[in-house]
């Protein structure tokens, strides 16, 4: 998930891109950035509309590592892309699990949320704010 509000890997890298640091970012970990704004619209649909049925499931379209992801960020900043850099999970140490491949099924996202993918998504939000 990634968003305007709170702590999230989005904004850390947005502080890394405007910084011109260079990072190393993991690029064997798939999933489907989720934009906040897109998950509040789903959850808004699903009650309104008293859709809610059990374990509901909504993600963005598309698959990104967290580095592809961190490269896209660096990009839309006007910041070196290649100050990203790859790195294994094994290379990375941290106390988070994370699986390698953490897709979920999403077939009724369709008709509720826009299906435009993370890329889309993310530079929709880079047009919602001042960088």
Avoid: C
Wanted: proline content about 3%; glycine content about 6%.
């Amino acid at each position: 998930l990634y968003g305007l509000f709170g702590g999230n890997f989005f904004k850390t890298m947005m502080k890394m891109a405007k910084e011109k640091r260079k990072v190393r970012i993991v690029n064997d970990q798939f999933g489907q950035p989720t934009w906040t704004l897109k998950l509040s619209k789903y959850i808004f649909h699903k009650i309104f509309n008293n859709e809610y049925d059990g374990i509901n499931h909504m993600t963005g379209s598309g698959i990104a590592s967290r580095f592809e992801f961190a490269r896209e960020i660096y990009k839309l900043m006007g910041s070196d892309p290649n100050l990203v850099q790859p790195i294994s999970s094994a290379e990375y140490q941290t106390k988070a699990k994370r699986p390698s491949y953490s897709l979920l099924k999403r077939d009724d996202v369709e008709g509720v949320v826009d299906n435009e993918n993370w890329k889309h998504d993310l530079r929709s939000i880079f047009e919602m704010m001042d960088k």
